[in-house]
C-alpha cells in the first residue's frame, strides 16, 4: 500500500501499474409551507386522455430524440435497443429504476411555480405518468433525487428541496398515485449530492450528505411504512464524508462514500448494521474531482467503483478501480473535454456496466456526451456514445433489467435543457 500511494503521489492516475484491460483501453485518468400535493398531469408535449373511474390517462408515445437511433450491438460493447422516448417535456435531474420489466423515472421538474417532483413509467415506447408533487421550497436542483423498489413492490423515494431539506415517500410502481405527501425527514442536506437510498426486508435506508465542516454522511433507518425513523452520523471521528452511494448488486447492502481531499481520498464502506466504528477505508484515490461523483457495481466477489477525476491539462475523466486491490485506475473516459462529469453504475450478472455525462472533447459550447461501457473479466469494453447534438445531455442514469432471465437489458435516462429521456440498452460481454 505504501508503494501504491507513493506511484499516487509521484504520477497521480497516470503511471501506477496494470489492470489487464485492453491495450487501446489502458489510457489511464491523468492527475494535473408544508408539502402541497397535487394531481398527476401528464409530464408530455400532448394533451391527456381524459381518465376514467376504471382506466387512468394514458398518454400517446412521444418522438424521440435523433441522438439516440439505434446501433448495431458489437462484441464487448453496448448498444441502443430501439428508439429512445421522450418521457417529459421539462429538464431537471432524474434518475431511472426498473421494476417488473417496466422502467420508472423520477426527477425534478423546475416550472414558474416551484420544484415539483416527477414520476413516470415507461413501457415499450409509451411514457405513463406516475405523480407530481410540489416541493415546498424551490430552487434549482443540481443532483437528482433517489428511487429503489421495496420488497413489496413499492417505490421508496427521496428528494431534497431548495431549503436543503430531505424528503421521503413511498409510491405505487404500477398505478398513479395523486396526492402523495413527502415527509421531511433531515435538514442541512447538500443540495450537491444525491441521497442514497435502500430497501431491504421490513425496513428503509436512505443517506445524506450533511453540510457542515466537515461535511458528514448522516444514515436514517426507518421502517418499511417510513414509521420509526432513527438517524446517526456514520462518518468516522477525524474525517469527512461526501457523495454517499450504495454499491450496486452487493450483498449485503454497503454505502459508499469519499473522505474527500486535494490529494488522497479515501474511498469508505459501511454496512447497514453497523456503527461509525464499523466504517473502513476501501482503497484511496488520486486527483478527486470536486464535488465527488462516485458510482458502484459488484458482481461475483469483485467490487468495482468509477470516479470522477481530474485529467490531463485539468480536463474532466473518469476513472475505475476495484475495492481492496492497488491495481492502477483505469479510464472509462479519458480526460479530453472541459465542465463537469456524473458517472453512474449497474450491477449485472456477468459483469458491471457505467454511464457517463461528459463534456465532449474539444468542445467550449457546452456540447456533452454519454458513453457507456461494460466491465466483465477484468477489461472494460468497447465504449457506447450517445451524441447529444448541443442538447445539453446529463445526468445519465442506468439500471439493470432482470425482469428476464435469458436476456438482461438496461435503462439508460438522462436530462437535456428542455426534457427528459429513456432508453433501452442492450450489452455484450464477452471479450
Known amino acids: 500500500m505504501r508503494a501504491f500511494i507513493a506511484c499516487v503521489l509521484a504520477l497521480g492516475i497516470v503511471a501506477c501499474g496494470s489492470h489487464g484491460d485492453r491495450d487501446h483501453h489502458r489510457e489511464p485518468v491523468a492527475p494535473p409551507p408544508p408539502v402541497v400535493a397535487e394531481p398527476a398531469p401528464p409530464p408530455v408535449d400532448t394533451p391527456p386522455v381524459a381518465p376514467t373511474p376504471a382506466e387512468p390517462a394514458q398518454p400517446p408515445a412521444t418522438e424521440q430524440p435523433s441522438a439516440a437511433s439505434t446501433l448495431h450491438l458489437a462484441p464487448f460493447a453496448c ?57 415546498p421550497h424551490a430552487t434549482h436542483p443540481s443532483a437528482p433525487p433517489a428511487l429503489v423498489a421495496t420488497p413489496s413492490g413499492r417505490l421508496f423515494i427521496a428528494a431534497i428541496d431548495g431549503s436543503n431539506n430531505v424528503y421521503a415517500a413511498l409510491a405505487d410502481a404500477m398505478l398513479p398515485t395523486p396526492g402523495i405527501a413527502p415527509r421531511e425527514v433531515a435538514q442541512s442536506a447538500d443540495r450537491r449530492f444525491a441521497p442514497a437510498i435502500y430497501a431491504e426486508g421490513a425496513q428503509l435506508f436512505l443517506a445524506y450528505t450533511k ?18 425513523a432513527t438517524e446517526r452520523d456514520i462518518t468516522p471521528e477525524g474525517m469527512g464524508g461526501t457523495a454517499a452511494t450504495y454499491l450496486d448488486g452487493a450483498m449485503p447492502s454497503t454505502l459508499l462514500f469519499v473522505d474527500a481531499h486535494g490529494g488522497l481520498s479515501p474511498i469508505l464502506g459501511w454496512t447497514r448494521s453497523g456503527d461509525s466504528a464499523s466504517v473502513r477505508v476501501e482503497r484511496a484515490l488520486s486527483t ?76 467550449s459550447r457546452g456540447e456533452r456526451v454519454i458513453t457507456v461501457r461494460v466491465f466483465a473479466n477484468g477489461a472494460l469494453g468497447e465504449p457506447l456514445s450517445v451524441a447529444t447534438q448541443g442538447a445539453n445531455a446529463s445526468f445519465a442514469s442506468i439500471a439493470a433489467d432482470t425482469s428476464d432471465p435469458l436476456r438482461e437489458s438496461f435503462a439508460l435516462s438522462w436530462t437535456t435543457s428542455d426534457a427528459v429521456y429513456l432508453a433501452r440498452v442492450a450489452c455484450d460481454f464477452s471479450p
Open 79 to 135: 448498444g441502443l435497443v430501439g428508439d429512445a422516448v421522450r418521457v417529459w417535456s421539462h429538464g431537471g435531474p432524474a434518475t431511472v429504476r426498473v421494476v417488473n420489466g417496466a422502467a420508472i423515472v423520477l426527477g425534478y421538474d423546475e416550472r414558474d411555480d416551484g420544484l415539483y417532483l416527477y414520476a413516470a413509467r415507461v413501457h415499450g415506447s409509451s411514457s405513463s405518468p406516475l405523480f407530481r408533487t410540489r416541493l
Open 211 to 228: 453540510s457542515a465542516t466537515p461535511m458528514r454522511v448522516m444514515a436514517i433507518t426507518m421502517g418499511a411504512d417510513m414509521n420509526g
Open 288 to 363: 478527486l474531482a470536486e464535488p465527488a461523483s462516485i458510482a458502484g457495481a459488484a458482481y461475483g466477489e469483485h467490487r468495482f467503483v468509477a470516479y470522477v477525476a481530474i485529467g490531463r491539462a485539468a480536463t474532466s475523466a473518469v476513472g475505475l478501480v476495484e475495492l481492496g486491490h492497488t491495481d492502477a485506475p483505469v479510464a472509462i473516459v479519458p480526460g479530453t473535454g472541459y465542465g463537469q462529469s456524473h458517472v453512474t453504475a449497474a450491477a449485472s450478472r456477468q459483469g458491471a456496466v457505467f454511464a457517463v455525462d461528459s463534456p465532449a472533447a474539444g468542445e
